[in-house]
C-alpha cells in the first residue's frame, strides 16, 4: 500500500507563473525565475529542442514552444515532426527529367 502526502503552504505566492511547493514559490513549467519574477522561458535556446531534423523552426509560445517545417516544406505523418519539401507538378516533373538524364549519362 502506498500512501501520498499533499502538503498544504502556508505562502501565498502572488507573482504570475508561480505555484507553492513545500512552502517556497517556485515558476511553472516553461517559466525561469528572473529578478524576482517568473518570465517566459525560451526553449528554442537549446540546442536540437525540435530534434535534429533538417528544415525546422521553433516557434517559442508563451510557457511552452512548437516545431514547424520551414517556408517550402511541410510535414508528413504524425508521430515525429518530418519535414519534406513542397513540389509543385512542374517541379516534379522536371526533377525527374534531370534524374532521369543524369542516369542515363552515368550509364553510358
Known sequence: TTTTTTQSCSVVCSEAHQVCFEDV??????????????????ECLRMEICGSVNHTVCMNTDGSFTCECEKGYHTVGTEDLTCVPILSTTSTTTSTTTSTTTTTTTTT
Not at 515558476?27 to 522561458?41: H, P, Q, S
Open 25 to 42: 514559490c517556485l515558476c511553472e513549467m516553461g517559466y525561469e525565475f528572473e529578478n524576482g519574477t517568473c518570465v517566459d522561458e525560451n
